[in-house]
């Protein structure tokens, strides 16, 4: 249990970590998207499910898990976030 709670807690602070630095990095660029985390979120469980279900190995799930995310990406910066900068 204390196993359990010790890795949670690493695991916690270093999405902290991640977030925190995408954050001031975009805050730099003078530009404020929140949704990096889900981005992130989505690539993690893209890699999941290739794992568990479709058993592909670790090492090939990373590339398709970036492209996922990143096509996910692109479809939202066409569909919701461009129209919002106009606004």
Do not use: S
């Given at each position: 249990?204390?196993?359990?709670?010790?890795?949670?807690?690493?695991?916690?602070m270093?999405?902290?970590?991640?977030?925190?630095?995408?954050?001031?990095?975009?805050?730099?660029?003078?530009?404020?998207?929140?949704?990096?985390?889900?981005?992130?979120?989505?690539?993690?469980?893209?890699?999941?499910?290739?794992?568990?279900?479709?058993?592909?190995?670790?090492?090939v799930?990373?590339?398709?898990?970036?492209?996922?995310?990143?096509?996910?990406?692109?479809?939202?910066?066409?569909?919701?976030?461009?129209?919002?900068?106009?606004?």
């Amino acid at each position: 249990m204390l196993t359990l709670l010790f890795d949670g807690a690493a695991y916690g602070m270093l999405r902290f970590v991640l977030a925190l630095g995408l954050a001031v990095t975009m805050g730099l660029m003078n530009f404020i998207n929140l949704a990096h985390g889900a981005f992130a979120m989505v690539g993690g469980y893209l890699t999941v499910v290739l794992m568990q279900r479709w058993d592909v190995p670790f090492l090939v799930c990373l590339p398709l898990a970036f492209a996922g995310a990143a096509l996910l990406g692109a479809l939202l910066e066409r569909t919701v976030y461009r129209p919002m900068y106009r606004k």
